[in-house]
């Protein structure tokens, strides 16, 4: 017994450094962007892991004055708002009509959302831009936001559809019973079940489109505001760097992404592992 829980003790020590060291390995990035932000960019090309010397917030000032970076935090927020009420609109009803509908026909359809996960997305860049074209959606916010919730169709089925099997469905069952609708039944009885699932799908789906860079770059009109990323990545050129202005925008840009991942973590961690358990 004695020999037995001194194993269990050297393991879980192991395990405790490794998961230190890879925390650390995640936080130093963040750490390093964030007294960089705070420094010129002559300091950080002198000393990058230097701490800065005072606060100069300096690179704040130059990186509102020197792009129009109101106008991409809107454009971003708009985005990954609108795109998100979208997917948790439709992806929830999609699953449910897959899952509670079984059939040849659903599981096709079943079949044809997972196989969309398997191709890259540089595959069929050129023909969905030319299908935007045809559908006056390339050059306009509305554009993003239709690729993005087409992108998040495949996973979200996927994700909902695991989740859905461990709903019984007595419930909605006893719920027609008592004079619901189907669509009644979903949104009232189903889809408040479904919490921890919608969590992650947020989390996962607001995090990807508030970090995309190629999409709003391809899509969105030049000469004008696109997103924070697209305006983060302006300062950055084939000879020159604003480092400094780089870093500050990348501190702005993880404060919205950082509360939405605090204010869903445990719904986030609650859907992933029960759709884990139930797929």
């Known amino acids: 017994m004695e020999r037995a829980k001194k194993r269990v003790r050297i393991r879980d020590i192991v395990l405790f450094v490794c998961v230190i060291l890879l ?3 995640f936080i130093y990035p963040v750490f390093f962007a964030l007294i960089s932000a705070f420094k010129s960019n002559g300091d950080i090309l002198k000393d990058p892991a230097a701490l800065p010397s005072s606060l100069y917030i300096q690179n704040f000032k130059d990186l509102f004055q020197q792009s129009d970076f109101l106008g991409a935090i809107r454009n971003s927020v708009i985005m990954t708002v609108v795109s998100e009420i979208l997917i948790v609109c439709i992806v929830p009803l999609a699953a449910y009509g897959i899952e509670r509908r079984k059939s040849k026909i659903t599981s096709l359809i079943y079949t044809y959302f997972l196989a969309g996960m398997m191709i890259p997305f540089h595959l069929y860049m050129f023909p969905l831009f030319k299908q935007m074209k045809i559908f006056h959606l390339f050059g306009n916010m509305s554009g993003t936001i239709v690729c993005c919730v087409s992108g ?6 996927l994700l909902y559809c695991s989740f859905l099997k461990g709903i019984p469905v ?3 069952e006893a719920a027609m019973i008592d004079g619901c609708t189907p669509f009644q039944t979903f949104w009232k009885v189903t889809f408040p079940l479904l919490g921890p699932c919608t969590g992650s799908m947020i989390i996962l789906n607001g995090l990807s489109i508030w970090n995309d860079y190629l999409m709003p770059y ?6 004008k505001a696109k997103t924070i990323t697209v305006e983060i990545a302006g300062f950055v050129g084939q000879y020159s760097a604003r480092w400094d ?3 500050a925008g990348t501190i702005i840009s993880i404060v919205p992404a950082l509360v939405i991942f605090c204010a ?7 859907g992933v592992t ?3 358990a139930k797929g």
């Open 23 to 25: 925390a650390l390995l």
């Open 152 to 157: 998040a169709v495949s996973f979200g089925c």
């Open 218 to 223: 391809l899509v969105l009109p030049s000469g």
């Open 170 to 172: 007595e419930i909605e």
């Open 264 to 270: 869903f973590q445990k719904y986030f961690v609650k």
């Open 274 to 276: 029960a759709g884990a």
């Open 245 to 247: 202005i780089v870093f």
